[in-house]
């Protein structure tokens, strides 16, 4: 390499990194805490941040095993019903006389079981997973329902509601956040560091490609869909440790919540790219959205316009940034454009001086 080439690579190297999603995220996210700062006196508090982070931890616990689920090409839309799920049975069992510490293992298994039906049905019998997990949206809900009916249970033990919405001493986190971020960083390194998140890349890229390449494409799907159910199950219970309540609707709503935080992500919507670090930005540039917005007393209905807007943006943004990049690089290479994109009888002067001849 030149002296002269030298400097416009790492010029470009440092464009690269400028333009990756977490940074434009972070940015994102500063702008938002400025706004907010701007909108109510009350925003830039300890306790304004500990609410704002402990509003959403179901929801960004949930999304941390979906954008693994996502990045492998594949969907999971009955986590907010697993999540109703395991918040119905730990009223259930423990109004029935089972002692915490083993309602709470109980409901950890009942989720993998709904996983292990959602990775049976979808990577061993080939149904799509888009139509699966709705499918068990509805039966977990059902089951809820039949369980625990109308009614809620209340009358926890005060360590376990302590631990929904009590803070670490000395700080303004709440307990979840904790557990969040440990989730984070386990996640994180076995999709970056390790050869299972490498095979989840490629699964997600061309799973047939993966499956001949020697990936247990089958395993691999059903052990993502059983990580997911164990995850709900537990933001479940935290959920009902947050609200001193359990109740069969619990987490109503929450799925378009959890992909909205994983597209907004970067996570490709059709699997094979994202990172851990974008989701954990996403979850705190939608909390500090919505709280802003809250403190501004903007109401509900136009809070959950944004959310829409936000999920549609989170998928126009990038794929038009990769249509435009694969343009440009075409151009740069001097490649011709894809053949869907010639007119036909355009493709190339060649063919015709062929015919002609």
Request: proline letters at 4%.
């Amino acid at each position: 390499m030149t002296a002269a080439a030298a400097p416009v690579a790492g010029s470009r190297s440092w464009t690269r990194w400028l333009l990756r999603w977490e940074v434009l995220l972070a940015v994102a996210l500063a702008g938002l805490i400025v706004l907010g700062n701007a909108l109510s006196p009350f925003f830039l508090t300890a306790g304004n941040f500990s609410n704002l982070l402990a509003a959403l931890m179901e929801v960004a616990i949930m999304a941390l095993p979906m954008t693994l689920v996502i990045v492998a090409g594949e969907i999971d839309l009955s986590v907010e019903s697993m999540a109703g799920l395991g918040c119905t049975l730990t009223g259930f069992l423990w109004m029935s006389g089972v002692p915490m510490w083993l309602v709470i293992p109980i409901v950890l298994v009942v989720g993998a079981l709904g996983g292990l039906l959602n990775g049976l049905l979808i990577a061993r019998a080939g149904l799509p997973s888009l139509v699966v997990t709705l499918g068990t949206l509805a039966l977990f809900r059902g089951l809820a329902l039949i369980i625990l009916g109308p009614e809620g249970v209340t009358n926890f033990p005060a360590a376990f509601t302590a631990f929904g919405f009590g803070q670490v001493p000395g700080t303004f986190l709440p307990w979840p956040f904790l557990i969040f971020i440990a989730i984070a960083v386990v996640l994180g390194l076995i999709l970056h560091r390790t050869w299972i998140g490498r095979q989840i890349y490629a699964i997600g890229k061309n799973a047939s490609a993966a499956r001949y390449s020697g990936v247990r494409v089958t395993r691999v799907k059903i052990s993502l869909f059983v990580l997911s159910g164990v995850i709900a199950a537990m933001a479940g219970i935290i959920l009902t440790a947050r609200l001193s309540t359990a109740r069969a609707d619990a987490a109503t709503g929450m799925t378009l919540t959890v992909v909205t935080v994983v597209l907004l992500g970067g996570i490709n919507i059709f699997g094979g790219s994202g990172t851990i670090p974008g989701v954990v930005l996403a979850v705190l540039t939608i909390a500090v959205m919505q709280n802003a917005l809250r403190l501004a007393s903007v109401t509900v209905e136009v809070q959950s316009v944004a959310l829409g807007l936000l999920l549609i943006l989170s998928v126009v943004i990038p794929t038009s940034a990769h249509q435009a990049k694969s343009a440009i690089d075409r151009v740069r290479g001097g490649r011709p454009p894809p053949a869907d994109s010639v007119i036909h009888g355009e493709r190339s002067g060649g063919s015709s001086k062929e015919e002609q001849s």
